[in-house]
């Protein structure tokens, strides 16, 4: 899948390649004035933030929605009936009308008969409605080794275009060089998380 965002004209070989994760307005705005076209937001680092978060910095800088990549990572508490409740919450606080990308965050054990996939597949299943509404453009999940996402290729009906993994100079995801060929293999876009370090460094840069 080549295609990553049909509005914005972002895909698999363009994604920007340094983002920020970080609600505040005066990093927003620094990172957008320096040249950063990712923003990567959860709703945690959403919950004290003021509305129209994102778009208000965009026109400050004289930035174009479709100029810019904007994730949203969460874990929807583990329940379905979260998901579309919880976009909606995120786009209002940053006062757009769609993200590019929806990444789910989980941790699991790979066994596809424990009662955690099961709820993980329901999740998925709540996203996938997302993107057909294009409330959200693409899908993606975070944390996920080789087996997990095997896993869920079997489940799904729309497969995750990205996949979040810690990589930085201190840790590289275990070296997991299977990991890359997997994702690479599926057309799935590996993004490093905190590749500069991270919260080692205390820097909302990812």
Same mark, same amino acid.
């Given at each position: ?96 009308? @769609? ?43 975070? #944390? ?18 990205? #996949? ?5 100079? @201190? ?14 293999? #599926? ?20």
């Amino acid at each position: 899948m080549d295609v990553l965002n049909r509005k914005s004209g972002f895909n698999l070989r363009n994604i920007p390649l340094c983002g920020v994760l970080s609600a505040k307005p005066e990093e927003l705005l620094s990172a957008i004035q320096s040249g950063v076209r990712l923003i990567n937001i959860s709703p945690m680092v959403l919950e004290k933030a003021d509305g129209d978060l994102i778009s208000n910095c965009l026109k400050k800088c004289s930035v174009k929605r479709d100029g810019v990549f904007i994730m949203l990572n969460c874990t929807f508490n583990k329940d379905e009936s979260c998901v579309e409740r919880t976009v909606h919450d995120a786009l209002e606080k940053c006062g757009l009308d @769609y993200f590019d990308n929806c990444s789910l965050s989980w941790r699991y054990d790979n066994e596809k008969s424990t009662k955690e996939f099961a709820k993980m597949c329901a999740v998925w299943k709540a996203m996938e409605k997302l993107e057909d509404t294009n409330l959200v453009l693409s899908l993606g999940v975070s #944390n996920f080794g080789a087996s997990a996402l095997t896993n869920l290729f079997d489940y799904c009906h729309k497969k995750p275009v990205t #996949n979040a993994v810690e990589m930085h100079p @201190y840790l590289s995801h275990g070296g997991d060089d299977d990991l890359h060929d997997f994702c690479e293999l #599926n057309d799935v876009h590996l993004l490093a998380y905190s590749p500069f370090g991270g919260s080692a460094l205390n820097s909302p840069t990812q």
